[in-house]
């Protein structure tokens, strides 16, 4: 191997090892930032639990229990709770400065017009993603509590505890009378089952919601069109139709909501990805590469046209 042979591969391993370098300090940060998040979230972790079985509470006291209780069966599932709790909030603190390394790192090699389109994405996912996790906190949460208790006597819990431990009951107590067939089915509650499904709720609809964000995007990339996604609207309603049944219980009006609320989000991505399109257009036009009768597609069918003529004379 010639000298210059060797210069050559050494300027070219130097970026190289350069990247790693950079790439390493991005993700120093970022760990550091999500380590201390998840200190911050732990701190709190408490209230947060309390926040987020707000929807059950609710459920509990309406189905008649004065005082709703949930359980732990083992000594460290309380603390494991509290937690779990802390890396998803953690890193919901950390988003910010993790999102901020990895642009820090991607940025040099796009280009101006890149980084212009990509950048406002990346603020409009976490936005998005939080008002589908409200969405699923405050409405489809409690509609989904409703629905599993209201199979379950939840009063008879506290009223059969007040007529074995109260010697002296208030005259507003309810007292389940003794029955000598049957089993009494009642609900005692987990705390870690119970912030599970609240959890799956507001990670199902968060992801749900940044279908606009996801579609935009492919539509400035050029991956999809308004049309194509106008074209395919009946698969993505039975798409939709198939996601309701599998995130929601079987309750035809948690159902509706969601799928209301992703078809929505569906066809507001049609609308955003033809005004990308519109731009683009409008620029295409400044610049000489359309006419004024054109839009994208015509460039497109005319090709098209020409090759389906050459495939007939062949």
């Known amino acids: 191997m010639s000298v210059s042979d060797k210069d050559e591969m050494e300027d070219s391993a130097a970026p190289l090892i350069e990247h790693l370098a ?8 970022s760990v550091l930032a999500l380590v201390v998040g998840i200190v911050l979230a732990f ?13 059950i509470e609710t459920t509990l006291r309406e189905l008649g229990d004065p005082s709703p209780t949930l359980q732990f069966t083992s000594p460290q599932e ?7 709790i802390s890396m998803v909030f953690g890193f919901a603190l950390a988003f910010p400065v993790i999102a901020f390394q990895l642009w820090r790192f991607v940025a040099p090699g796009l280009y101006r017009t890149e980084k212009n389109a990509f950048l406002p994405f990346i603020f409009a996912s976490p936005v998005m993603f939080f008002l589908g996790a409200s969405f699923a906190h405050y409405i489809v949460v409690p509609l989904a509590m409703s629905f599993f208790l209201g199979f379950a006597d939840v009063s008879s819990i506290f009223a059969n505890l007040l007529s074995t431990t109260a010697p002296d009951l208030p005259s507003d107590a309810a007292i ?3 029955t000598s067939e049957g089993i009494k089915i009642t609900f005692f509650g987990k705390v870690n089952e119970s912030l599970d499904i609240t959890l799956k709720f507001i990670m199902a609809f968060g992801l749900c919601f940044q279908l606009p964000v996801l579609l935009t995007l492919m539509g400035k990339a ?8 106008a074209n395919v609207r009946k698969y993505a309603v039975v798409g939709i139709l198939v996601l309701a049944a599998l ?7 948690t159902q509706l909501i969601l799928f209301s609320a ?20 409008d620029q295409l036009r400044e610049e000489g590469i359309l006419g004024e009768d054109e839009d994208l597609y015509s460039e497109f069918e005319d090709e098209e046209g020409e090759l389906g003529g050459q495939e007939d004379k062949t």
């Open 176 to 178: 389940v009378p003794e």
């Open 22 to 29: 950079e790439l390493r300090t991005r993700l120093i940060r």
């Open 43 to 55: 701190t709190v972790a408490e209230p947060i639990l309390q926040f987020l079985l707000g929807p």
């Open 247 to 253: 995130v929601t219980p079987p309750d035809p009006v």
């Open 78 to 84: 309380y603390l494991f709770t509290l937690f779990r």
């Open 222 to 229: 050029g991956l999809v069109s308004a049309r194509g996604l």
């Open 262 to 281: 992703v078809y929505g989000l569906y066809e507001i991505s049609i609308f955003l990805v033809k005004m990308v399109e519109k731009k683009k257009v």
